[in-house]
């Protein structure tokens, strides 16, 4: 058996660390001695580099706990969910990194917006007339239609255009709404994980928004990938936020 300074020694963990923790019930020593001094055992310094590991990625005690609970299928379910979260924490640094180094002292016009965590879009089906900014009279009332449900929806309404037939526009509005929220009637839902995305704010009639947020996507080696939203903005009767998910574009010959 190790005494605590030793096990500290032998794992790379301070003692104030691991009776961190103790108290919170991720490794308990072995044993206590008559002394009342905690006693570890060998086979516990893979468990307790294993938790340090953990920690210095960025993993919260409570995941981390969460995860042990676990048997080993649902630990892989786990294990993904925080590959995916450290992929677009990094993807997030890389953008940040090229933002910053390619900014000029004049205000840009293309942003950066980060869902740093999971959330879920629901999505209502929707058939209206052309026009500017056609979806905004679906979008409140759809949203006041989950706000008498109770769902706290997180941001204003988003817009998917997906078809035009006969004179109308055919889409989706869609709302930000925090993981746990049973689907409504009538939606579909959307589990979006941590997502960076390049934003621009138009005119209801910029043709070539897009075009732009491109090209600036392209300078920072970055490509668009998966979602593609127009949310429409409080208080802006003909105005809106484009919004583009990016990754980070490979090198070539790999």
Not at 101 to 111: C, D, E, I, N, Y
């Amino acid at each position: 058996m190790l005494s605590i300074s030793a096990f500290a020694d032998r794992c790379g963990i301070s003692p104030s660390a691991l009776r961190f923790y103790e108290r919170k019930g991720l490794l308990v020593p072995a044993q206590r001695r008559e002394n009342g001094y905690r006693a570890y055992a060998p086979e516990q310094v893979a468990e307790a580099r294993f938790l340090g590991s953990l920690r210095a990625a960025g993993i919260s005690l409570s995941a981390i706990r969460d995860f042990l609970r676990r048997d080993a299928r649902s630990r892989e379910a786990l294990l993904e969910t925080w590959r995916q979260e450290m992929s677009a924490r990094l993807l997030s640094l890389q953008v940040a990194d090229q933002y910053l180094q390619g900014l000029k002292p004049s205000w840009p016009r293309v942003h950066l917006e980060h869902w740093a965590e999971p959330t879920v879009l629901f999505w209502f089906p929707a058939r209206v007339p052309e026009g500017p900014l056609p979806f905004r009279a679906e979008v409140r009332a759809h949203k006041k239609l989950l706000e008498r449900r109770g769902a706290r929806v997180l941001t204003s309404g988003y817009v998917r255009t997906l078809d035009f037939e006969e004179g109308h526009l055919v889409g989706e509005v869609g709302f930000r709404v925090k993981p746990g929220r049973r689907t409504p009637p009538g939606a579909r839902r959307q589990e979006v994980p941590p997502t960076l995305f390049a934003t621009l704010e138009c005119g209801s009639r910029d043709e070539v928004a897009a075009h732009r947020v491109f090209r600036f996507l392209d300078e920072l080696g970055f490509r668009p990938e998966g979602l593609h939203l127009e949310r429409y903005l409080p208080g802006a009767s003909d105005r809106y936020l484009l919004m583009i998910a990016v990754q980070r574009r490979p090198l070539e010959g790999r």
